[in-house]
T-cell receptor, first 114, second 114 residues
Framework: AQSVAQPEDQVNVAEGNPLTVKCTYS??????LFWYVQYPNRGLQFLLK??????LVKGSYGFEAEFNKSQTSFHLKKPSALVSDSALYFC????????????FGKGTMLLVSP | DSGVTQTPKHLITATGQRVTLRCSPR?????VYWYQQSLDQGLQFLIQ???????AKGNILERFSAQQFPDLHSELNLSSLELGDSALYFC?????????????FGPGTRLLVL
């Protein structure tokens, strides 16, 4: 069975500082990895995904994520945080066999202070 | 705006009742997914349809059922509602329902069972 762990319920960072939201996964076979963001009372918005190729993936709003196969991680990063980045972030994984379903982590609340 | 629409936005009902949630996928998307988001269970995959046929099933209760119609819109039916069914229900869509595809989420339907 596939799974995703987001070890931090909340990440606090000051505006202008770099941010990292951690994600580790477990899947049989090769993974497809996704990051989504959820603002209050809104649906999930797609940020970026890793399918294959370059381990560093660039996405929306200046976010990027690095796929590390040996550490089974896919941490979300941004060089300079904005107050408007404050939201709930979800990591998700699917394996590449057939039509597996998307499994989400519990989510990490990112709070960026002015 | 993801292009996925869901109605209604909010729904308040009583225990034992039955409700229907509706989802219209993005134009051109053939696959629809339903998810439940609650505080204690997180974001849980319920069921997936592709071009009218059930493709995958997750943690969907027997009291819940879904279908996808020829015009590709989908409905999630929840019956014999219990207090614990109160949650945010999301619909997502993708082109072919394959693992590498991004799922685009609708704004959700917030269900409150009293």
């Amino acid at each position: 069975a596939q799974s995703v762990a987001q070890p931090e319920d909340q990440v606090n960072v000051a505006e202008g500082n770099p941010l990292t939201v951690k994600c580790t996964y477990s899947v049989s076979g090769n993974p497809y990895l996704f990051w989504y963001v959820q603002y209050p009372n809104r649906g999930l918005q797609f940020l970026l995904k890793y399918i294959t190729g370059d381990n560093l993936v660039k996405g929306s709003y200046g976010f990027e994520a690095e796929f590390n196969k040996s550490q089974t991680s896919f941490h979300l990063k941004k060089p300079s945080a904005l107050v408007s980045d404050s939201a709930l972030y979800f990591c998700a994984v699917r394996d590449n066999s057939g039509y597996s379903t998307l499994t989400f982590g519990k989510g990490t609340m990112l709070l960026v202070s002015p | 705006d993801s292009g996925v629409t869901q109605t209604p936005k909010h729904l308040i009902t009583a225990t034992g009742q039955r409700v229907t949630l509706r989802c219209s996928p993005r134009s051109g998307d053939l696959s629809v997914y339903w998810y439940q988001q609650s505080l204690d269970q997180g974001l849980q995959f319920l069921i997936q349809y592709y071009n009218g046929e059930e493709r995958a099933k997750g943690n969907i209760l027997e009291r819940f059922s879904a279908q996808q119609f020829p015009d590709l819109h989908s409905e999630l039916n929840l019956s014999s509602l219990e207090l614990g069914d109160s949650a945010l229900y999301f619909c997502a869509s993708s082109v072919l329902g394959q693992g590498r595809e991004t799922q685009y989420f609708g704004p959700g339907t917030r269900l409150l069972v009293l």
